[in-house]
């Protein structure tokens, strides 16, 4: 028989089948093969007709017919080279390419390592820095502008014109000031009326408020000028406050998504992109119609006869609220908190009340980037109005007022707003505790770190609570020594804590060599081997030896160590001027490299030097010395400048007469 012959049962060889022989299932298969076998034919050429008779066979059995009722197949459906041919037909139209560029993709993503998240690096630390530095200092500039607006002689008369109507300020007693502060601003509200509309992008000028002042009507920041305007012009003692809301680049949640460590399919990557840019998008919609609106109203001094309460009283015209200084700062919600509040004086003086607006102090610390660089440039700007303008005049609320009371009404004012941001609450969870600034659990300090002196404020589940305040670091002898303090000889047996050598060179030490193995104490039964910390109460200030017989204490490497300006010996003098060790050998003057510290640089320690050590005496010789090489230097470039622009003009005007003479002999080229 053929091998292209197809198995097919006649009408003779299907009456001599006897089929309770043939079974069903597993059986009748292996029948089928053996009995092909023998006939000549493969298992492979057999196997498909072979499972398409077990096919039919059960299928009669199981509708319960017989042998005889068996109908033969259509050739048709079996026809094997139609079904080749449709394959044929198929993979021909399939596009390869895509498909094995998808098999590339899924070989890569299954290939592809977990990325991590994406941390912010330092420099994107201190481009966020400067731009919220930047943005804070342009705010406060529009703030000490519309303070000095509130000056205006002009705005003080026409708002003085309508106090004919307004309750008397004379005879204010101190109990009733607070009252007839809210009748002056129930009269201020009942004439002024405030536009609910944005903010004009132009600059608050004069005429803008005489524009508002006459149409008794304007935006927020314009009504809140004058009410500060009227307060002025009644000689009471106020100030114009003022919200800063700084530009803050915190890491939000389109940052978190588009550096996030887990995969996603492409379809749930793409609507997580869409809705996040949606959310992204609706926030920055948010931001551009509420960024112009200035949140500003004005404090004004009430003195109490105890000297005990707050002596500033807030008055917002806009929300109609006075003295409730918590309300004012909740108006804006949770998710807006006022980070910088300032309060400028009159004489434009600057203070920083964001205390008293603050419902949690904790709360707003981390949109305070630059807390301490903010009280610093406060403190500048205030000192140097103080020059200009002269100390604050202290206005009459009533009674009489000594020189000394202002001063003593802004000391009360410090202690209120530092008593305001030490008024914290323990947090409820062992996490709060660890950037908490005033409370800290002990288990979350550093190894450098130690709480001294040892005074519990609470406990939390078991465990004390200490000050953040007493929080102190540690150091090695060697590194006080760099901080210009020297370890007492009695407390060089006590040492705070000890850490293990492994540990010590874990933490990028190097303090067991530097500290020329005077912190590694032997093994012993009472000392532990180990690398001693001392705290700084266990110090005192360093005291450098004087020069003795005029000669400099060099060390074995011909420098001298200047850890800090104390490290200078008496007699001597660190003067830190670039290739000043050219001119003193020059002048064959004594001098020694300062070496100031060590640099890390491919694993090894480095001297870093700065500058150089003379005697004190040749200061004044080295510096004319200097002087008179620095004056050369510059005459130098001078003239070396001036012989460049001569030669260049040389050089032009002889290719200008060499121009002039080709056109001249050989005609002008056209370009």
């Known amino acids: 028989m053929d091998d292209d012959e197809e198995f097919e049962y006649s009408d003779d060889e299907g009456d ?7 079974g069903t299932g597993d059986e009748a298969g292996e029948k089928e093969e053996v009995q092909w076998k023998e006939a000549g034919q493969t298992t492979n050429d057999v196997t498909a007709d072979a499972v398409e008779q077990e096919d039919y066979s059960n299928e009669g059995e199981q509708s319960g017919t017989s042998s005889d009722e068996y109908e033969e197949p259509d050739a048709e ?106 009748q002056l601003m129930t009269w201020f509200v009942s004439i002024f009326t405030v536009i609910d509309e944005p903010e004009c992008m132009e600059d608050m000028t004069v005429q803008r408020l005489m524009q508002a002042f006459f149409d008794r009507r304007g935006s927020a920041s314009e009504v809140a000028l004058l009410f500060t305007i009227l307060c002025r012009a009644l000689k009471l003692r106020c100030r114009h406050t003022g919200c800063l809301d700084p530009l803050s680049l915190q890491t939000g949640r389109g940052f978190e998504a588009a550096f996030a460590g887990t995969k996603a399919s492409p379809r749930k990557r793409l609507k997580k992109d869409i809705e996040e840019r949606t959310a992204i998008s609706e926030d920055v919609v948010e931001a551009q119609s509420s960024k112009y609106r200035w949140w500003v109203w004005t ?12 002596p500033w009283i807030p008055i917002n015209v806009v929300r109609k609220m006075i003295g409730n200084s918590n309300e004012i700062g909740n108006m804006r919600g949770a998710f807006a ?55 604050g005049i202290a206005g009459k609320t009533g009674g009489d007022s000594d020189e000394s009371k202002p001063s003593v009404i802004d000391e009360l004012e410090r202690k209120a707003l530092r008593t305001l941001t030490e008024q914290e609450e323990l947090p409820t969870s062992a996490e709060g505790f660890r950037k908490h600034h005033v409370f800290c659990l002990e288990r979350q300090l550093g190894q450098f770190e130690c709480v001294h ?77 180990g690398l001693a910390l001392y705290g700084e109460w266990q110090t005192d200030p360093f005291v450098a030896a004087p020069v003795v017989d005029g000669c400099l204490p060099k060390n074995q490497y011909g420098n001298i160590e200047i850890w800090s300006d104390a490290h200078v010996q008496h007699g001597a003098a660190h003067l830190r001027i670039a290739h000043l060790d050219r001119i003193a050998q020059k002048l064959g003057i004594e001098f020694a490299p300062a070496m100031v510290g060590f640099e890390a640089r491919n694993g090894k320690n480095y001297p870093t030097f700065d500058g150089i050590v003379v005697l004190a005496g040749d200061v004044e010789t ?14 130098q470039a001078i003239t070396k400048n001036r012989r460049l622009i001569v030669r260049r003009w040389e050089k032009l005007v002889k290719r200008a007469l060499i121009r002039i003479r080709l056109n001249r002999d050989y005609g002008t080229v056209s370009n």
């Open 16 to 22: 001599e089948v006897q089929w309770e022989e043939v």
């Open 77 to 182: 459906e079996d026809d094997p080279d139609e079904d080749q041919d449709e394959t044929a037909q198929d993979l021909r139209n399939i596009d390869w390419s895509e498909v094995n560029a998808a098999l590339e993709r899924e070989a890569a993503a299954s290939n592809k390592k977990k990325r991590k998240a994406r941390r912010t690096t330092k420099a994107d630390k201190e481009r966020e820095l400067a731009l919220h530095k930047g943005h804070l200092l342009l705010l406060l500039g529009v703030q000490m502008k519309w303070n000095k607006l509130c000056q205006s002689a002009i705005l003080r008369g026409l708002v003085l014109s309508l106090a004919v109507n307004s309750p008397s300020c004379e005879g204010w007693s101190t109990k009733m000031q607070k009252y007839y502060l809210q």
């Open 299 to 310: 404090e004004v001094l009430v003195l109490d006869e105890s000297d005990t309460a707050e």
């Open 337 to 391: 908190p006022m980070a910088f509040v300032v309060s400028i004086e009159e004489n434009g003086q600057i203070v920083d009340t964001t205390a008293r607006y603050a419902t949690r102090w904790s709360s707003i610390l981390k949109s305070r980037l630059a807390d301490k660089w903010f009280e610093d440039t406060c403190k500048q700007i205030s000192l140097g109005a103080t020059q200009l303008n002269g100390p």
């Open 453 to 529: 002196p040892r005074k519990v404020v609470g406990l939390f589940k078991g465990q004390p609570v200490f000050l953040r305040k007493n929080v102190q670091v540690l150091r090695t002898a060697f590194k006080w020594k760099r901080q210009g303090r020297i370890l007492r000889e009695s407390e060089r047996s006590k040492p705070v804590k000890r850490l293990l050598k492994k540990k010590a060179q874990a933490d990028g030490g190097g303090d067991i060599s530097d500290d020329e193995g005077d912190e590694l104490q032997p093994p012993s039964s009472s000392y532990p081997s």
């Open 622 to 635: 080295l510096m004319d010395a200097h002087a008179a090489h620095q004056q050369k230097t510059i005459e």
